[in-house]
Every structure is written in structure tokens, then in C-alpha cells.
């Protein structure tokens, strides 16, 4: 069974930064399309940051020059960096795999969470003004 484990949550204030990672077994990161989603209290889930098979790297636009995602591919790890942190970044955050293909930020609005079968429990980040 696939199971996505993320880490790294905590409560920051605003301007603090934060490292998540993401762990799982019985699946290779490396190859398909990963991605980090957050999903604000009331809100919709939505991608944040995503890394395909060949490195290639997508931020949304809220996030983009704040954000760095990275593959450990020894480890098998997913992190994500998160710098200048703002109370709108408040979230849950969940990572996700998927087979490749259609892994760029705009490709995954479009498509939405349906492709998307493996999913971790999330890790809470809350940032105060």
C-alpha cells in the first residue's frame, strides 16, 4: 500500500519560513509527477508547487519567487521550501503523486484531483500577522 507521510508544519510568523517534506513507501517519486497542494479553511484544494519526471519545476502564481521544491531522489523525499511566509499561506498542506504527464501547475487547475491517487494526511501551517 502507498502511503505519503508529510512533515515540517508548524506555526510561523509572518516573514519566517518553513521546509516541508514528504516520504512514502512502496512508491518512486523519482519518474512521475509530485506535487504539493494546500487547502485554506473553507476553501478548495489547490496546487501549489508540482516536479515532473524530468525536474521540470511549476509554482502558482501566489508562491512563485517564495517557493523551492525539491526531489530527493536517494530519499526518496519530496520537500518544499517556503520562505517570506504571509497569513494567506495558512493551510494544510498534502502532498501528491501520479503517473506522469499533465504535471505543470496550469495542467493540474485544468484537470483537477481526479488523477491524482496517492495523497498524504497533510501538515497544518499557520502563520500569524
Known amino acids: 500500500e502507498v502511503q505519503l507521510v508529510e512533515s515540517g508544519g508548524d506555526s510561523v510568523q509572518a516573514g519566517g519560513s518553513l521546509n516541508l517534506s514528504c516520504t512514502t513507501s512502496?512508491?518512486?517519486?523519482?519518474?512521475?509527477?509530485v506535487a504539493w497542494f494546500r487547502q485554506a479553511s473553507g476553501e478548495e484544494r489547490e496546487p501549489v508547487a508540482s516536479?515532473?519526471?524530468?525536474?521540470?519545476?511549476s509554482f502558482a502564481n501566489s508562491v512563485r519567487g517564495r517557493v523551492g521544491v525539491f526531489l530527493d531522489a536517494a530519499k526518496n523525499t519530496l520537500n518544499l521550501l517556503m520562505t517570506n511566509l504571509q497569513p494567506n499561506d495558512t493551510a494544510m498542506y498534502y502532498c501528491?503523486?501520479?503517473?506522469?504527464?499533465?504535471?505543470?501547475?496550469?495542467?493540474?487547475?485544468?484537470?483537477?484531483?481526479?488523477?491524482?491517487?496517492?495523497w498524504g494526511q497533510g501538515t497544518q501551517v499557520t502563520v500569524s500577522p
Open positions: 501528491a503523486a501520479k503517473a506522469p504527464g499533465r504535471c505543470a501547475i496550469a495542467s493540474i487547475r485544468r484537470w483537477g484531483l481526479t488523477p491524482w491517487p496517492y
Open positions: 512502496a512508491y518512486t517519486f523519482s519518474g512521475n509527477c
Open positions: 516536479i515532473d519526471g524530468n525536474d521540470y519545476q
